[in-house]
């Protein structure tokens, strides 16, 4: 199972350094986060990534149908895909962040349904009519695979139909990890293809520590913006004794604030929702507790994509490459 990293890019020369670092680690992957508010440009970023590594594979993570017309997201991410001889692959979402950082909504499910097509056959050397006006990417391509994130059954059924592949940020539970493959076998039947021809992907916020109340603790904010993103829609899934402080967990949310260290909206979860959400969502705790989660969804699913706490992201990856990646080799 392959294991990457997300990063919200602060700068491009510490994205650069961590992923140097990450070239010559356990991990495999660097996902870049692009919300043009709060971030360096994840584009410019993996561009520069890219030319510092050799075999680190990139991708946007994610990126949306809305702060970018599909042609601009095609044309970038061939142009990193260039530059990494091959490396790079776009993941892209409905939206969150980016898109309410200048006052637009997430995308509909059939919109980015239909961003994922064009780029593919964008990225495939097709040309696609926009109105009266055809447009071709000029500049040579190479097979770039497009991964849509989702948690929702409609968009994991809409991934299995038309993506190489998914992001699933619904959790790292068996049981969910589980149901959520199952919505995507069924978007694949719906194609006429394999479900074997979709990668799976598990978004898991991270941490290693002493004990999983401490862990999950550290990863509070990075766990407040997944619940918002799972939550905003409806809270059926989660135990009815935690529904309300869940809304009330998406009403408080501060998108100037997502995914940052210190988010104040973090430090208003209670510690019972705080548990459950670690339970559900995270891979954390003792590095004994960190593998168990991993190996019950390794069997399943193809990569993990791991979110370690924002304020010391490059801190909490090497620890837990060498108390848990490292300590768990055959």
Known sequence: MQHGVGLFPTSVGDAVEFARYLDRSRYE???????????????????????????????????????????VTANAISSVNEIADGRATLAIGTGDSAVYSIGETPARVADL???????????????????????????????????????????????????????FGGGTEPATVSWALDRIAEGCETAGRSPADVSVTVLAP??????????????A??????????????????????????????????????????????????????????DRFAVAGTPAQCRRRIDAIAAHVDAVYYGFPTRDVPGHARR?????????RD
């Not at 391509?141 to 992001?167: I, K, N, Y």
């Not at 991270?206 to 550290?218: D, F, K, L």
């Not at 837990?320 to 768990?328: A, K, R, T």
Request: glycine share 6%.
């Open 29 to 71: 992957k660097l996902w870049m986060t692009d919300s043009h508010q709060l971030y360096a440009d994840a584009y410019v970023t993996l561009a520069a990534c890219a030319a510092a590594t050799d075999d680190l594979l990139l991708s946007t993570g994610v990126t949306n149908p809305v702060t970018r017309h599909v042609t």
């Open 113 to 167: 349904r239909e961003t994922v097509e064009t780029v593919r056959a964008l990225l495939a050397g097709e040309a696609v009519a926009f109105g009266e006006e055809t447009f071709h990417l000029e500049a040579d391509t190479s097979a770039t695979a497009v991964h849509v994130a989702a948690e929702g059954p409609r968009t994991l059924r809409m991934a299995g139909a038309v993506a190489d592949g998914v992001v």
């Open 206 to 219: 991270a941490c290693v520590a002493e004990t999983e109340a401490a862990a999950v603790e550290e990863l």
């Open 221 to 278: 904010d990075v766990l407040e913006p997944i619940a918002y993103h799972n939550f905003s829609v409806s809270t059926e899934s989660a135990p009815e004794e935690l529904r309300s402080d869940l809304r009330a967990l998406v009403d408080r949310h501060n998108m100037r604030q997502h995914g940052q260290a210190d988010a104040a909206p973090a430090r208003a979860v209670s510690a019972e929702t705080m548990r459950y959400l670690g």
């Open 320 to 328: 837990f490459e060498s108390q848990v990646l490292d300590s768990g």
